[in-house]
């Protein structure tokens, strides 16, 4: 494994990092708890020392799993990373969704991050993943209801009584990210970015680059479609959001797997999978720090973390870059 400091602080971070949004269950259709603690504690084993989660995952489950995945482990030798900022047990802030919980009831989740909010979720946060501290606390979405210097005066005062290391957003535009700086240096940016999904390339790439802040990829492998394993008689299960996704289209999925079809034999030369090959990729991009790879098993764990094995040429990227350009025109 490869390790990477965040931004321009002392936080080391797994180059692949643990996504444990699928662990959560919610939106994924299911999750087997024990399948999920293995998985994390596979990708351990291999030198993935990172994971990221956020309350929301399951409405919980998520930071109970990585709680339960990590005991044992000095805490020092891992690195956990999770969110505040979507509230499913209140009504107050911006709508974000409605949807269903594991156990199939319906619930309204709001985006929200005022003060006490923060400091409240910060609490079973940290109750839920059995620690007394977080590595990296991060906003999961713009809450436009709250002023932007409130939600971080909160993770300020939580950084003072030492119950987080650092500050991150996921999914703020370099305006946000800038106003939020005023209060507090951020580390990183968590945004999407895969093959197919390139849009942080125009603005945020630019400015985290320049103002050494670190951009984690998440659904760098486009959640299971750049694994070449989804097709257009793929069945999703009951509550698995892709079956709606527009990536997760017939026409979309066609033209994803005529590009997979291209970079397959630079897979085969290295006798890596597809997914593994997108990921090494991933992490080769200028201003891409972390790969966030999710898994629902030991395997599916394994897998991602030997990717930082892959060791690509010059000729390798540049063939891959010009495949995946064609794809985006």
């Excluded at 486009?222 to 509550?239: A, M, S, W």
Aim: charged share 25%.
């Amino acid at each position: 494994m490869k390790y990477i400091k965040l931004g321009n602080s002392d936080l080391e971070v797994s180059t692949i990092t643990f996504g444990a949004w699928a662990a959560g269950g919610w939106m994924w259709g299911s999750t087997d708890r024990d399948e999920a603690v293995r998985a994390i504690k596979a990708s351990y084993d291999l030198g993935v020392t990172s994971i990221d989660t956020a309350p929301i995952y399951g409405q919980g489950t998520s930071e109970e799993i990585v709680g339960e995945a990590i005991k044992g482990i000095e805490r020092d030798k891992v690195q956990i990373l999770t969110k505040f900022g979507m509230r499913w047990d209140i009504t107050k802030g911006n709508l974000a969704m409605h949807t269903k919980n594991n156990s199939g009831e319906e619930i309204d989740v709001y985006k929200y991050a005022g003060k006490e909010s923060i400091i409240y979720e910060c609490e079973q946060s940290l109750k839920r993943l059995g620690t007394d501290y977080i590595d990296l606390y991060q906003i999961h979405w713009p809450d436009i209801s709250t002023p932007i210097d409130e939600t971080f005066e909160g993770v300020s005062a939580l950084i003072k009584q030492g119950k987080i290391r650092f500050s991150g957003v996921c999914n703020y535009n370099v305006e946000q990210m800038a106003e939020a700086e005023k209060i507090l240096p951020l580390v990183s940016n968590q945004v999407p970015f895969s093959m197919v999904n390139r849009g942080i390339e125009n603005e945020i790439i630019p400015y985290c680059i320049e103002h050494q802040k670190s951009i984690l990829a998440y659904s760098p492998l486009e959640r299971g479609l750049l694994t070449g394993k989804i097709h257009n008689n793929y069945k999703f299960q009951e509550g698995d959001h892709r079956a709606n996704h527009k990536h997760f289209q017939p026409e979309f999925i066609e033209k994803t797997n005529a590009l997979l079809e291209k970079i397959k034999p630079i897979a085969e030369e290295h006798n890596a999978t597809l997914g593994q090959l997108v990921l090494r990729w991933t992490v080769e991009r200028s201003g891409i720090t972390i790969a966030l790879a999710g898994a629902r098993n030991a395997k599916q764990a394994i897998e991602n973390a030997k990717a930082i094995a892959i060791n690509l040429s010059k000729k390798e990227i540049a063939t891959i870059d010009r495949y995946v350009n064609a794809f985006n025109l």
